[in-house]
């Protein structure tokens, strides 16, 4: 069977979409009052602070957290992107000691402390929303979101998959592609809908399978493009680049 191979990176280029990030900022974002108007001078009231012009992100993980690691090292704090919050479903989770290590709120949110898992994820949204954040991070997040979080957050949500979806979604991915035999697998960046694994894509990039490579391997090269790929895709989000085509809301454009 022939594959369907992809460059490096991929990403789609179209000028016409509505941007996302401003998109997302102007929900919040204070007006700046006219000039010359009431009060002790002509911007009275605004105050453009970090906590105002920075793109805040809450990220949600269930492990030890190296996607969020690379997001702090690579994005938090240099003015453009704030992480707010880190939440898990654990509270064992290295995630947790890392957001904390960066001086970021935490929170854990197990389902077993809520009647089920649509009251854990509106328990979850209401904490992210108190955080005013922009941008939910899913970094290894390994609990499924229910309808209405996502609705809630609608194109609000991103996700990282470690294979070059629509191939092999769900679970294990690396070992699909092993025991599929492919000659490339891969990472990719995508919003999260209601499916599973199934959200319009934002950025992929591929990682070679070489013939004979163990698991470990295949994983420590996929993480690395991770890390690298995940700080982007949120950077170009941030940026307002990443647009959605309102007539069509599965294809994600990227202004270069």
């Known amino acids: 069977m022939e594959e369907t191979r992809i460059p490096p990176t991929q990403y789609l280029c179209k000028k016409s979409f509505a941007k996302l990030g401003d998109q997302i900022r102007s929900a919040r974002r204070p ?3 006219a000039a010359g108007a009431a009060g002790d001078g002509a911007h009275a009231g605004y105050c453009e602070d970090a906590r105002v012009s920075a793109f805040r992100i809450v990220v949600l993980a ?6 969020l690691q690379a997001i702090l090292d690579g ?5 453009l992107v704030e992480v707010v919050g880190v939440g898990s479903d654990k509270p064992t989770a290295g995630a947790l000691e890392r957001g904390r290590r960066a001086g970021v709120e935490t929170a854990v949110f197990p389902v077993a402390d809520h009647p089920d898992r649509a009251a854990r994820d509106e328990a979850m949204g209401d904490w992210i929303e108190a955080r005013e954040a922009d941008l939910v991070v899913l970094a290894g997040y390994m609990q499924l979101l229910s309808a209405p979080f996502v609705a809630r957050f609608r194109n609000r949500v991103v996700n990282i ?5 629509p191939s092999f979604p769900g679970l294990d991915a690396i070992g699909q592609a092993l025991a599929a035999g492919v000659e490339a697998t891969g990472v990719t960046v995508h919003f999260v809908d209601e499916g599973v ?3 319009p894509v934002i950025a992929q990039r591929e990682v070679p399978v070489p013939a004979g490579v ?3 391997e295949l994983e420590a090269a996929v993480h690395a493009v991770e890390h690298e790929l995940y700080p982007e895709a949120i950077r170009m989000i941030a940026e307002g680049r990443v647009r959605i085509d309102p007539s069509d809301p599965r294809t994600v454009a990227i202004d270069d």
């Open 31 to 33: 007006q700046r009052p």
């Open 62 to 67: 269930s492990g030890s957290g190296t996607n």
């Open 75 to 79: 994005l938090h704090g240099q003015g």
């Open 161 to 165: 998959h470690p294979a070059l979806l």
């Open 197 to 199: 694994d199934t959200g």
């Open 214 to 216: 163990g698991r470990e």
